[in-house]
C-alpha cells in the first residue's frame, strides 16, 4: 500500500505529488489497468478531457472546469510518466520547453521587441514558430496543421494559412464555387465522386469563415443545436 499525505497545511496536494502518484499507479505493485496503458490506447482520453474543458467554459461552469483542467492535467502527467518510463522524456522537459517556448515566442514581453496590438503579436508568433520549425516555404507550414484536428477546423486553418502566405481567398459564395461543387455532388455517379465532390463541397465551407471572420466550428455547433431545439418543438407539438 502506498500512502500519499497532503504536503500543505491547508490539507491540499502538491504538483510533486501528482507526479509521485502516477509513478505509484504505473509501478508494479500499483493499478493493473493504469500499467498496461501506453500514448496510443489513451491518445483520446486527452482529447475527451480537453472537449469537456470546453464544455465547461461554454457553460460558465466555473467548478467543472476546476476539476476537468485537473483531468487535463493528469493526462499530461500520464503521458510523462510512460515517457519517462521509455526513456523518452520526464514531465520536467515538458515543464521546460513549454517555458522556453513562452518567452522565445513573446520577445515583447521578455526581450527587448516592442509590439502593440494583438494581431501584431499573433503575427510574431507565427513567424518564430515557422523559424523555429525549420519551415521554409508556405506548403510546409500548410502540411504541420495537425491531422488529428477536427476536419472542419483543420480546413479552414490550412486556408487561412494558404491566405497568410498571400493566397487570395476568394469568397466561394461570391464566386460562385459553393454552388459549382453542390452541383458536382448532384451529378456525381460513382461512389468517388461523390467522395470527392462531398469533401470539396465541404472544404469550401470551412473556409467561409475567414471572409465572414466567423469561427465554422461554433457556427455549425449553434446550428445543430438549433436543430435539436426545432426537433423538440416539432416532437412535442406531433408535427414530427
Not at 32 to 38: A, F, I, K, N
Not at 150 to 163: D, I, S, T, Y
Request: aromatic fraction near 6%; include cysteine.
Amino acid at each position: 500500500m502506498v500512502k500519499i499525505i497532503a504536503e500543505g497545511n491547508d490539507g491540499r496536494y502538491s504538483m510533486n505529488q501528482l507526479l509521485v502518484i502516477l509513478e505509484a499507479l504505473r509501478s508494479p505493485d500499483g493499478c493493473p489497468w493504469d500499467r498496461e496503458q501506453t500514448h496510443q490506447s489513451i491518445r483520446n482520453n486527452a482529447i475527451e478531457e480537453v472537449y469537456e474543458v470546453a464544455d465547461a467554459i461554454d457553460n460558465f461552469d466555473k467548478d467543472a472546469l476546476c476539476e476537468e483542467l485537473g483531468d487535463v492535467l493528469l493526462q499530461v502527467v500520464f503521458h510523462a510518466q510512460i515517457a519517462r518510463e521509455k526513456g523518452e522524456f520526464t514531465f520536467e522537459e515538458v515543464v521546460d520547453g513549454i517555458c522556453k517556448k513562452l518567452i522565445l515566442r513573446h520577445p515583447h514581453v521578455f526581450g527587448e521587441e516592442h509590439i502593440e496590438t494583438s494581431s501584431a503579436v499573433l503575427d510574431r508568433w507565427e513567424a518564430i514558430k515557422k523559424k523555429e520549425k525549420h519551415q521554409e516555404t508556405a506548403t510546409e507550414t500548410l502540411k504541420s496543421v495537425p491531422k488529428a484536428f477536427p476536419a472542419l477546423m483543420r480546413a479552414a486553418k490550412v486556408q487561412k494559412r494558404a491566405g497568410k502566405a498571400g493566397v487570395v481567398l476568394e469568397d466561394p459564395i461570391e464566386n460562385g464555387e459553393l454552388l459549382k461543387a453542390a452541383d458536382e455532388l448532384k451529378n456525381a455517379v460513382t461512389d468517388s465522386e461523390k467522395f470527392a465532390a462531398y469533401g470539396k463541397l465541404l472544404f469550401l465551407s470551412a473556409g467561409i469563415q475567414n471572409s465572414l471572420k466567423i469561427n465554422a466550428e461554433e457556427a455549425l455547433a449553434a446550428a445543430t443545436d438549433s436543430y435539436i431545439s426545432d426537433f423538440e418543438e416539432k416532437e412535442k407539438n406531433g408535427t414530427l
